[in-house]
T-cell receptor
Framework: NAGVMQNPRHLVRRRGQEARLRCSPMKGHSHVYWYRQLPEEGLKFMVYLQKENIIDESGMPKERFSAEFPKEGPSILRIQQVVRGDSAAYFC?????????????FGSGTRLTVV | AQRVTQPEKLLSVFKGAPVELKCNYSYSGSPELFWYVQYSRQRLQLLLRHISRESIKGFTADLNKGETSFHLKKPFAQEEDSAMYYCALSGTTGKLIFGQGTTLQVKP
């Protein structure tokens, strides 16, 4: 079991470009959570998805950010027209069930740098 | 409001000294609390969850509902314990609400 796989590990984008971050959950996990870690800050929840559905997007910025988790393939976090303030580490976590008792497994993260 | 507070950004101790990383929470229902550890910018790893009441790597944490705290303790710190520690609360829909994190530095 390869665990939660995120790619790329590092991503550099110029201001105005698009960033696509991928997350392949653990085998058998159908719940995916995305978190953002800004420099010198803790992790902030962004979005929770189940296969083909967005369950909770209360932490997503209203503009430029979107997420999907298709029936086949990884979950994608997409940031359009990136700005310097989007530079952060983006982590995803997967769970076999979306309940409150945890059981999350985190990926290694994607470090996005906007230049 | 759902909130987790870790008042110390950095905690520095000598090897062999006791460690207590503080965590306070605010949650209107019955809380589900966790401690995660992040070594050297690697992935977060679950260290403890309060429902299991187990000890991992010598660390323990007790939920104190009266004081709304979930402090992490270890009687004798080791150099390999140096890492970032996050206290987290499981909110509605299972999302985690993290504290700001405490960097534990164990000096030889």
């Amino acid at each position: 079991n390869a665990g939660v796989m995120q790619n790329p590990r590092h991503l550099v984008r110029r201001r105005g470009q698009e960033a696509r971050l991928r997350c392949s959950p653990m085998k058998g996990h159908s719940h995916v959570y995305w978190y953002r870690q800004l420099p010198e800050e803790g992790l902030k929840f962004m979005v929770y998805l189940q296969k083909e559905n967005i369950i909770d997007e209360s932490g997503m910025p209203k503009e430029r950010f979107s997420a999907e988790f298709p029936k086949e393939g990884p979950s994608i976090l997409r940031i359009q027209q990136v700005v310097r303030g989007d530079s952060a580490a983006y982590f995803c976590a997967s769970s076999p069930r979306g309940d409150r008792e945890g059981g999350y497994t985190f990926g290694s993260g994607t470090r996005l740098t906007v230049v | 409001a759902q909130r987790v507070t870790q008042p110390e950004k950095l905690l520095s101790v000598f090897k062999g000294a006791p460690v207590e990383l503080k965590c306070n929470y605010s949650y209107s229902g019955s809380p589900e609390l966790f401690w995660y550890v992040q070594y050297s910018r690697q992935r977060l790893q679950l260290l403890l969850r309060h429902i299991s009441r187990e000890s991992i790597k010598g660390f323990t944490a007790d939920l104190n509902k009266g004081e709304t705290s979930f402090h992490l303790k270890k009687p004798f710190a080791q150099e390999e314990d140096s890492a970032m520690y996050y206290c987290a609360l499981s909110g509605t829909t299972g999302k985690l609400i993290f504290g700001q994190g405490t960097t534990l530095q164990v000096k030889p």
